[in-house]
């Protein structure tokens, strides 16, 4: 019998998308529901009743939530091939790190730093560079940010290949140039190319609608 996978996210969430690219990666048919937060369905309340957020996966009935969560729990139930995170317990701390570090960090001081207003936008600018410095150092001799095939952070930090562009333009501001970050800008123009992830970007006319009300 096959597994049943279904994933429960909205159109334009980063943390919904990097679940999708992981099930593309490893081959997992799976049905996607979108959902609107602001009428959200029975059933995203049911599988998520604490956080009531997407995404959820939900495989053969049971519901998997948080995205960083996910992915480790796609990597580890279809280990077949293409594994996500490395084999060493010291290799999947630092991965951990990482990844908690864009979702906690980086992911929401570059929103302050394009959409926010006056001492917090300024500040957000601050912080931003300091940590997109240390994204930098993490691609120092690599391809990807796991080596050099596609990894767990580098699906974590896979929003930046789609999203900075349009935050740049929504702001009129850059936040990332080729000569501060030649690795990073590196990395985002061949992530942004590789076809499991193009053919999944979100629309960016309606990106670009949807930040410019909060600006």
């Known amino acids: 019998m096959a597994d049943e996978v279904k994933l429960f996210r909205t159109w334009s969430s980063p943390y919904g998308l990097r679940i999708v690219w ?12 979108f959902e609107d937060l602001a009428n ?8 998520n009743p604490v956080h009531k ?18 992915l480790e729990y796609i990597d580890e139930t279809w280990n077949e091939a293409h594994l996500f995170l490395p084999k060493d317990p010291l290799g999947k701390a630092k991965t951990r790190f990482w990844a908690k ?24 600018r601050v912080l931003t560079t300091e940590y997109l410095k240390h994204v930098e150092q993490l691609l120092e001799g ?7 095939k596609i990894g767990y952070l580098d699906l974590v930090f896979g929003w930046m290949a789609y999203l900075i562009n349009v935050l740049e333009e929504v702001s009129g501001t850059p936040l ?23 053919e999944s970007w979100p629309d960016r006319d309606k990106l670009i609608t949807k930040f410019q009300n909060y600006v």
């Not at 959200?40 to 599988?47: D, N």
């Not at 929103?111 to 926010?116: D, F, H, V």
Request: hydrophobic letters at 40%.
């Open 22 to 33: 992981a099930l593309k990666l490893k081959g997992i048919e799976f049905k996607t529901i």
């Open 40 to 47: 959200k369905s029975p059933l995203l309340l049911q599988y």
């Open 53 to 70: 957020k997407i995404p959820v996966l939900v495989h053969n009935g049971k519901p998997v939530c948080e995205s960083l969560v996910i």
């Open 101 to 124: 570090f864009n979702d906690e960090k980086l992911l929401p001081s570059m929103r302050k730093a394009s959409l926010g207003h006056g001492t917090e936008k300024e500040e957000a």
């Open 142 to 148: 690599k391809k990807f940010f796991s080596g050099e």
């Open 176 to 198: 990332i140039n080729k000569e501060e970050y030649p690795l990073l800008s590196k990395w985002i123009e061949i992530f942004y190319e590789i076809p499991v992830f193009k």
